[in-house]
């Protein structure tokens, strides 16, 4: 017998145990403090560049999610695809009024749950079982990179889940290949983020949306007394 066969398993040093359980001790606080409502909070997650994440303003959020909610009809479902800050605005303000998903590459967001599909935009499809095909009334989505590439694929993501609606956000760079792939236009509201970003940002839809209306509201003349 060797004497590595006679040594067993290696074992940590006290060292390496302490900061092993430390690391573990913070993940579950991390995921205690996201129990309960806050974890509805846009920001709560913090932002990963890395996975080229930036969250929107919660004002933009709010007007994305109600905008979702109107096209998806009451009891309707919403798939969020790389857009949590708009999952988070839903869950907030609707969450009796309609059925979400959040699909996401970030496993931090499993925190929601069931609501919570595990997404990489290289593999189009490649989702549970229990995501039907058609099964959602409204598609939100965000790609995660300005490339065609990028957008090309998930427009197979996007068309797999959908009914129809679609309400994409990314860069204005994309517009020629947004309506090439799906069929969408650019909307005249102007998506806004916690951050600035580099690039211009957009809407973009394939159904009657508010986002496409001048909000603007003309308030009448007060007449002074005859």
Sequence with gaps: MS?????????????????????YAEQQQYHSDLRG????NIGI????????????????ALRLAEDAVAAAGEGGRIA????????????????????VCIFEY???????GEDFVYYDYKNPVDLPERIA???FDIVVADPP??????????????????????LLCTGAVMEE???????????????EHTRTLGNEFRCFVNYDSGLDRDLSVQLPVQEGPK
């Design 3 to 23: 004497d590595s066969e006679d040594e067993g398993p290696p074992q940590l040093s006290s060292y390496a145990l302490a900061a092993l359980q430390e690391f």
């Design 37 to 40: 409502d806050d974890k509805y």
């Design 45 to 60: 997650i913090e932002e990963n560049w890395q996975l080229s994440q930036f969250w929107y303003s919660p004002e933009t």
């Design 80 to 99: 969020c695809v790389s857009a949590p800050s708009v999952y988070q605005k839903l869950r907030e303000r609707h969450r009796d009024d309609v059925s």
């Design 106 to 112: 970030d496993r931090r967001f499993a925190i929601f």
């Design 133 to 135: 095909s058609h099964s």
């Design 145 to 166: 990179y300005l490339s065609e590439e990028c957008l090309r694929k998930m427009s197979e993501t996007i068309k797999f889940l959908t009914r129809g609606k679609i």
């Design 177 to 191: 290949a947004a309506a090439k792939l799906l069929g969408v236009k650019m909307c005249k509201f102007i998506p």
